[in-house]
């Protein structure tokens, strides 16, 4: 891009954006299961008018900018309140789950290094549901991130493989409220209790969960509980622009008290400049989306948000069970929330995808791991709220032709690659030339993915992080 010598119009401006989103999901039609919540043109009129509102305040210096300092502090009240934690309990709004999950871990650990100096390399254990957040934080922090594998049926975690990863250097257990993957809510009380009883930091990732699990609470679900009513539960991370449908990027850091929130902040004043002190991650920072999360929450208000929770609650129970009766799909398991996976045994998962996205739906693929098969993923919302029937009948649809496909020409010769092939010694020229193979040329995916997934799902673990960073490496360049 270069800049017009004597700029644009306003009129030319939107345009050229217009076009720059033109293959975009049509997410505003109600027929996406994931990325983007969507609570319907009202509400989200409102959430951008206070987003304007503040968008120009700078979350850098809050004694400059009290507002932002008192939206804060009330929005991190009521993320107490609304996990049921007391008056000691202490938060922060961040970016995004994402964010809150780096922050609990270096509060972790910075809390262990303060009283457990021996320990060089923490831990942290995350069974294999655990959001890929926790492997960027172990990755970005310098922490050890160990994996164990969930239980093969019910896909929460398994507290005895928890129990038996725990080392001298163990800092935090990890359970999830629910898991993105599956939408199960692991045994948060049976792991607190394991991580009081060794000393350890419990987080509960309740990004996905935090906010909508409560209403599902109190319609009747058999919700356990993930909160801070469970001892031994040292911090949670809850976002508010999922099922809150705040505009993103919103999510709130919850403590259980200060002085292990203490730990999450960073303070310099080794530099010749202004005094920084930074309670997340980023330092400037517009005040947008605080005023908008604030904002969205009160306009809906609790009767509202009980009344969407009611609305998404059947469509999911309808969906679940119209899954089941197609044939050859299953649920991979029963969600306890509002996310659904299901796959088929003899039946191209990826396919299936592809035949869908063709219709004008957007449903999620999810390569296979540990114990876990391929599936698909759905993230149901208000928006998806009646379009059940369709769903349900194009999904048949789909399988049946899906079924007739056969294996892709460049997935069978990987497979056959794959037997002599030396992972170890893979080149970043092996990924392109792979690439190329199945469709991708100057940063452009083919309209059908499922050659490439069913590569993808055939790789090694690590194998398949490379072939993404230098995927990724290749796109993010000059156009």
């Known amino acids: 891009m270069e800049l017009t010598k004597k700029g644009m119009t306003r009129e030319a401006i939107f345009e050229r954006l217009a076009e720059f989103r033109r293959n975009d999901i049509k997410w505003q039609e109600g027929r996406t299961y994931g990325y983007v919540f969507d609570p319907g043109s009202e509400v989200m009129a409102v959430g951008k008018a206070a987003y304007n509102e503040f968008l120009s305040e700078n979350g850098l210096d809050f004694t400059v900018f009290q507002s932002l300092l008192r939206l804060e502090r009330e929005l991190a009240a009521f993320g107490a309140r609304h996990l049921r934690g007391d008056e000691q309990v202490v938060g922060n709004f961040t970016s995004g789950g994402t964010e809150s999950i780096i922050l609990a871990v270096k509060a972790a650990r910075d809390c262990y ?5 021996q320990i060089h390399v923490p831990e ?51 359970g999830s409220a629910p898991s993105y993957a599956h939408g199960v809510v692991d045994p948060i009380a049976d792991l607190a209790a394991l991580a009081h009883e060794k000393g350890l930091w419990m987080h509960t990732d309740a990004c996905m969960g935090g906010f909508l699990l409560p209403y599902f609470r109190r319609l009747g679900e058999p919700v356990p509980d993930f909160d801070f009513t469970v001892p031994g539960v040292t911090s949670i991370s809850v976002d508010l622009h999922k099922y809150a449908y705040t505009p993103k990027g919103a999510s709130l850091v919850l403590y259980r008290n200060k002085g292990y929130r203490k730990h999450q902040i960073f303070a310099c004043s080794g530099w010749i400049g202004y005094t920084i002190v930074n309670n997340a991650v980023q330092s400037s920072k517009s005040g947008g989306p605080m005023a908008a999360a604030w904002a969205v929450l009160n306009y809906i208000g609790d009767d509202g948000y009980l009344d969407i929770a009611r609305k998404k609650l059947a469509s999911v129970k309808k969906i679940a069970e119209g899954i089941n009766r197609i044939d050859g799909l299953r649920l991979v398991t029963h969600p306890d929330m509002s996310l659904i996976s299901f796959t088929a045994d003899e039946v191209n998962v990826f396919h299936i995808v592809d035949e869908m996205n063709s219709r004008g739906w957007y449903i999620q693929p999810s390569l296979s791991f540990d114990n876990s098969p391929a599936h698909i993923h759905l993230s149901v919302n208000a928006s998806n709220v009646g379009w059940e029937d369709e769903l349900l009948n194009n999904l048949a649809e789909c399988v049946d032709i899906a079924r007739k496909l056969p294996e892709g020409e460049l997935v069978s010769l990987v497979k056959e690659s794959l037997k002599g092939m030396d992972m170890a010694a893979i080149s970043d020229s092996d990924i392109m030339n792979l690439m190329a193979a199945a469709g991708v040329s100057d940063g452009m995916l083919p309209s059908r993915m499922a050659d490439i997934n069913g590569v993808l799902d055939l790789l090694p673990t690590r194998v398949r992080e490379t072939v993404l960073t230098v995927f990724v490496n290749d796109m993010f360049t000059q156009p």
């Open 113 to 117: 290094r303060s009283t457990h100096p």
């Open 124 to 174: 942290i254990i995350l069974p294999a549901t655990a959001h890929a957040a926790f492997h960027k934080a172990a990755h970005y922090l310098g922490v050890k991130a160990v994996t164990v594998s969930v239980d093969p049926q019910t896909f929460r975690a398994d507290v005895e493989k928890v129990k038996a990863a725990i080392t001298k250097n163990t800092i935090m257990i990890v």
